[in-house]
T-cell receptor, first 116, second 110 residues
């Protein structure tokens, strides 16, 4: 079975400081990894994904994530946080093959608050 | 206009009532999904459909049913709503593994 863990329910960071939102995963085969963001009263929006290739993935709004196979992690990062980055962030994983390849499994979400 | 449209956006109903949440998409994707979001639990998959004739249960399908009326339409039904089905429901489409979500339907069952 595939699973995702987001160990922090909430992350607080000062505006202008770097931010990291953590994610670890478990799959049987090779992972396809995703980050989504949810603003209040909105649906989830795609930020970035890792399928294969370069371990550092760049996405929307200046976000990036680093795939680390040995640590089974896919942490979301941004060099300088903005107040407008405050939102709920979800990590998700899909197995590249097998039964899990049909479903995207989401973490429980991390609430990011950027303090002015 | 939104690519994935959900109706209604908000609904309050009573225990035992039948409720249908509708989803339509203009993205032309074959794959459609219904998820449920609860605080602290993330998103959980209820049902998914890879085409009009292919319907599959997700991890929490009990108490729900779906209908794929056309490539663009995928509806979720609660035959007899109960309070623990109070949640935010999302429809999504996908291509190449990336999901595209609607704005959500907030359902409250009293």
């Amino acid at each position: 079975a595939q699973s995702v863990a987001q160990p922090e329910d909430q992350v607080n960071v000062a505006e202008g400081n770097p931010l990291t939102v953590k994610c670890t995963y478990s799959v049987s085969g090779n992972p396809y990894l995703f980050w989504y963001v949810q603003y209040p009263n909105r649906g989830l929006q795609f930020l970035l994904k890792y399928i294969t290739g370069d371990n550092l993935v760049k996405g929307s709004y200046g976000f990036e994530a680093e795939f680390n196979k040995s640590q089974t992690s896919f942490h979301l990062k941004k060099p300088s946080a903005l107040v407008s980055d405050s939102a709920l962030y979800f990590c998700a994983v899909r197995d590249s093959a097998g039964a899990g390849s049909y479903q995207l499994t989401f973490g429980k979400g991390t609430k990011l608050s950027v303090i002015p | 206009d939104a690519d994935v449209t959900q109706t209604p956006r908000n609904r309050i109903t009573k225990t035992g009532k039948r409720i249908m949440l509708e989803c339509s998409q203009t993205k032309g994707h074959d794959r459609m999904y219904w998820y449920r979001q609860d605080p602290g639990l993330g998103l959980r998959l209820i049902y998914y459909s890879f085409d009009v004739k292919d319907i599959n249960k997700g991890e929490i399908s009990d108490g729900y049913s779906v209908s794929r009326q056309a490539q663009a339409k995928f509806s979720l039904s609660l035959e007899s709503a109960i309070p623990n089905q109070t949640a935010l429901y999302f429809c999504a489409t996908s291509v190449f593994g990336e999901l595209f979500f609607g704005e959500g339907s907030r359902l409250t069952v009293l």
